[in-house]
């Protein structure tokens, strides 16, 4: 990227970082209806796991469902640079509904680590910035490709304390470290791992889908608490809510987790479908035929 172009992003970053957010959400869901009808590759994507996960739905319903999918998506991305520029006050002020913060409470008295999944739902920045002010947060991050991007988001996921670590060995042993200290890791439970064999084959409704089991490797350490956290969009902020995950992520079998985080996700989705990323390619490097749903 020449200077030129590094002046032009930050510029936009800048101007989207100032714009009130329900402006910004209006020009999402312009944005995304503008995608859903021009991309073809999310249309399809969206669809096709729609039509595989709720086989018993019409036509129309999983077109609107993609549709408002595609359109939070924008949301989330046209959003990030407004999050990632406020102080910890102003993110408290935006959750304007919260439940389920007992249970952290509780971990908190109890003295216990905490690992929160929080799936491709709803606006998941905004659950990270606000779990750093309850906890010292840490979160595994792959590097982007434009350094100024780079620095731009790096710098507003640590604004209010998070501490981001490499998508890597180094990166896994820092979490467990986090979680000896008797901190907080946020694990986002539905990437498909890197590759067919370093996940487990569980089904996501029904589907085989491949599995990391990260969440649940980390979770058998000593002391340590998994909570759903989801951040869904409504009006006026968020709605923020914490819930337990289903029993069966603890299990030492990797198969009977694997079922477990993906159970925990489906909850999560419940709340509001429309606020799933459904043009996020679950189904694909499966140790299985097809390796993937998404051939043309």
Known sequence: MNVSDSRLLLGLLSVLAHTP???????????GLLLFGVSFRRRRVCLRNLSVCF?????????????????????????????WRRSLEQINARVVKKSGMGLLETCLLRRESVIFVTPHFGSWEMGGLYLSGQMKLYSMYRPLKSSVFEKFVKRGRQQVGATLVPADLAGIRELMKALDE??????LPDHVPRSKADGVLAPFFGVPANTSVLV?????RKNVTVLLALSRRC????????????????????????????????KGIACSLAQYWWSYPRFRKRPMEPESLYSP
């Not at 018993?56 to 990030?80: G, Q, Y």
């Not at 649940?216 to 058998?220: D, G, I, N, V």
């Open 21 to 31: 957010l329900m402006l910004l959400r209006t020009l999402g869901r312009g944005l």
């Open 55 to 83: 086989p018993k739905k019409n036509r129309f319903w999983r077109w609107w469902i993609a549709c408002r999918s595609v359109m939070h998506e924008a949301c989330t991305f046209l959003e990030m640079p407004y999050l």
């Open 182 to 187: 008797g901190h907080a890791v946020g694990v």
């Open 216 to 220: 649940s490797w980390l979770a058998r």
């Open 235 to 266: 009006w006026g902020g968020y709605a923020f809510s914490l819930s337990e995950v289903d029993p069966r992520v603890y299990s030492e079998d990797r198969e009977e987790a694997a079922i477990g985080i993906n159970a925990t996700v489906e």
